[in-house]
């Protein structure tokens, strides 16, 4: 479904990606862990379209497409998803109010028809329940003044209606409390195919406990320097990212 | 007369005024006459504003209008035929429709349909011969002619323009709408329509002033209107300007607070060629609240300088203003928002806002914003903003899968909405929205 090759990137000259090689099939769960500043970050953006950042080395194939060739909408329409680390506010645009036209313009580029207003409510309460997002924090601006886990629930919400392919989930789990995890988490388990796949961006293994990953994948310096299955979290819980960075910093000193 | 007359254009002012002296005849005799006069003179000494006058750095408007008018002669009357009319009303807005074309008052077009106990409405003309009384208290007591060069020449040239008295103690229920129409069709046209508003105490009204030009023709207009609004009463005051690319346009609303009153303005401007407005409102009792509302989405080479002021003058009182645009193409817009709160003016609650959003490399905005407080236990604030459309939340929308052209517009949308939503009459939101939304290219 999805293959990175030798991916860089770099913003204002720094390069932040190195050279990034991953492989996501159907069905599977891939996490990506790593210390602060690693890149983990970029390369969810990178993948979303974010022009900011400049992709000097590298493919991105998807679903047998050019990734990098399309407009972030295109990608959006072709089924990626992003559930931004930090979701931007937006003053006088609410969920609801973006939704109907973003899932519209994702029907139509699909060949569907456009959904009329009472389809749309309908969906929009069944996908509320699966999160439990009530619905007037989707009536409000958007994200203004919502709690960092009403921010990081109505991400997934949009995931829900929009029903992406590919799914990368950047840090969705930080900052939430037990309760609010377990929603997400089983939200985005509900919402697993095996047609789709997930890519979840972590700092813990607690996420990782509900949201159980095939592959788990170390990011250091913009570099996948280890991957692993879901033991591999479990001991970088334990002893953390001191040891991987001293075996990397020792083979390239 | 003075001695002191400036340039020729000035020049041009002053032998109409003498014509208009000899044509007022008998009229000449009422004491409103003796304004007029302390008004030309006025006007002689202070000469139309450069862009070396502070109030005017930005709004060369003495160039402008050497540039593009000719005062040596009196406008003509003009004629508008009434379909034309009608197209231009707002749809649905069940209101009392005065109209006026090239600046003189047509009671054939106006139609009046609030009960005769609730209010009067006449051509400013006949009040002065009429409700002498009322003309003699309020008349030019609050626009000040000294220091203005627009208000001076306004003053002086008045004639025509509307007189609407609100007694106390009445509801106003239906708005009431001024349709100001400058007849180009045939030739560049210019006047000067002058209005006072006089709402009773406890009394309600809305009043609304909206500009159009027909005919391709430049067309200027410099507009006063004074607005008392008296104890306990509420006063909502609405200005829209979507006129022509040809049209220029200098209006000054000033406003007088009893206590305890309520008054709010909202000033829309859409289009028109150099355009300024002056919104001054003095906030002279307790109790008083005041809002002002502006939004301007200018493109082409529209000009637009608002000016506000809002003067505290006595305690507990609050005001509340929020102006929003949005520039494209080599559009120029200038805010500038005073605020005095007087050493007398304790407990003031005022707040300041202004936002601009820049959507073309060659658009510009000046904005500055000017609080001046003497009184030392007051909530003042101000903040203004200027920057391009949110690179960040345009990128949120995309990765959703909203197309970049949509997701301008919604945020851009969004950002008028603010103003918009205060917006109290349901036909006129509905007008605006449309307006706005044709201006965005917002085809859902
Ligand atoms: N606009 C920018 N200009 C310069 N450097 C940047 C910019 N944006 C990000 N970076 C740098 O890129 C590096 C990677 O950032 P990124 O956000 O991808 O890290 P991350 O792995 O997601 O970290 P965290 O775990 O804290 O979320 C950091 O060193 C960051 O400072
Ligand atoms: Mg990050």
Redesign the pocket.
């Known amino acids: 479904m999805l293959k990175i090759t030798n991916l860089h990137a770099s913003?204002?000259g720094?390069e932040?990606l190195n050279g990034i090689n991953l492989e996501v099939k159907p069905g599977e769960v891939h996490a990506i862990m790593?210390?602060?500043?690693?890149?983990?970050?970029?390369?969810a953006s990178v993948l979303a379209g974010r022009e900011?950042y400049e992709v000097t080395d590298g493919e991105v194939t998807y679903n047998g497409k050019d990734l990098l060739e399309l407009a972030p909408e295109e990608r959006a329409r072709e089924g990626v998803f992003l559930a931004f680390?930090y979701p931007v506010e937006i003053p006088g645009v609410s969920t609801t109010n973006f939704l109907k036209t973003a899932l519209n313009q994702v029907r139509e580029h699909k060949g569907q028809e456009p959904l009329d207003a009472v389809s749309f409510l309908t969906m929009m309460k069944e996908k509320m329940k699966l999160v439990e997002i009530d619905q007037s924090l989707l009536s409000r601006s958007l994200n203004e003044g919502f709690s960092g886990g009403e921010k990081k629930r109505n991400e997934i919400f949009q995931m829900a209606m929009l029903e992406p392919t590919l799914s990368i989930l950047?840090?969705t789990d930080s900052g939430l409390d037990i309760d609010a995890l377990r929603i997400v988490a089983n939200g985005v388990n509900k919402l697993k195919t095996k047609d789709n796949a997930t890519i979840v961006?972590t700092?813990y293994q607690r996420l990782l406990d509900y949201i159980v990953p095939d592959y788990v994948h170390v990011?250091y310096k913009g570099k996948i320097v280890k991957s692993g299955t879901k033991e591999l979290a479990l001991e970088l819980e334990k002893k953390g990212y001191d040891w991987i960075k001293e075996e990397v910093d020792t083979t390239t000193a | 007369m003075s001695e002191v007359i400036k340039d020729a254009i000035e020049q041009e002012f002053t032998t109409n005024f003498e014509a208009l002296e000899k044509r007022l005849n008998g009229a000449s005799a009422l004491p409103i006459h003796q304004v007029r006069k302390k008004a030309i003179n006025a006007f002689q000494e202070l000469g139309l504003p450069t862009a070396r006058n502070e109030e005017y750095k930005y709004t060369d408007l003495k160039k402008a209008l050497q540039k593009t008018f000719d005062f040596k002669a009196p406008s003509p009357q003009g004629k508008i035929n009434r379909e034309t009319i009608e197209e231009c009303l707002i749809p649905g807005l069940d209101a009392n429709i005065l109209i006026f074309i090239n600046g003189v008052f047509s009671n054939e077009l106006s139609t009046i349909i609030s009960p005769e106990d609730q209010l009067t409405i006449k051509d400013l003309e006949a009040a002065t011969m009429e409700d002498k009384e009322l003309i003699d208290n309020y008349f030019a007591q609050y626009a000040n002619y000294e220091h203005d060069a627009f208000i001076a020449l306004n003053t002086a040239f008045t004639e025509h323009g509307s007189f609407i008295h609100i007694p106390d103690n009445k509801l106003v229920e239906k708005p009431i709408a001024l349709y100001f129409f400058n007849d180009a069709q045939a030739g560049k046209s210019y006047n000067q329509p002058r209005n006072l508003f006089i709402v009773g105490k406890s009394s309600q009204a809305t009043f609304l002033e909206v500009f159009y030009t027909v005919g391709k023709h430049e067309s200027f207009t410099n507009i006063v209107s004074e607005i008392v609004v008296n104890e306990n009463a509420n006063a909502e005051y609405y200005k829209i300007q979507n006129n022509r690319d040809t049209a220029f346009h200098v209006g000054t609303t000033q406003v007088w607070q009893a206590r305890n009153s309520q008054f709010s303005a909202y000033t829309f401007t859409l289009n028109g060629a150099m355009i300024r407005n002056n919104l001054n409102i003095a906030s002279d009792g307790e109790g008083c609240e005041s809002h002002m509302y502006g939004l301007y989405l200018l493109h082409g080479k529209t000009h637009v300088d608002n000016h506000t002021e809002i003067d505290h003058i006595k305690p507990n009182s609050f005001s509340n203003e929020l102006y929003k645009g949005i520039m494209e193409d080599q559009s120029h817009g200038v805010f500038n928002g005073k605020v005095y709160v007087r050493q007398a003016a304790q407990k003031t609650n005022a707040f300041q806002s202004n936002k601009n959003i820049l959507l073309s490399d060659q658009a510009t905005i000046n904005s500055k914003p000017q609080l001046e407080i003497w009184a030392d236990d007051v909530k003042c604030s101000h903040g203004c903003t200027t920057g391009q459309l949110d690179e960040e939340a345009l990128f949120y929308l995309q990765s959703r899968g909203v197309s970049k052209e949509r997701a301008r517009v919604l945020l851009l949308y969004a950002f008028a909405v603010e103003v918009l939503e205060n917006v109290k009459l349901e036909p006129l939101k509905a007008y605006l929205e449309d307006l706005i939304s044709e201006r965005l290219h917002k085809d859902f």
């Open positions: 913003i204002e720094n932040i790593g210390p602060n500043g690693s890149g983990k970050s970029t390369l900011e680390q950047d840090e961006v700092h990011l």
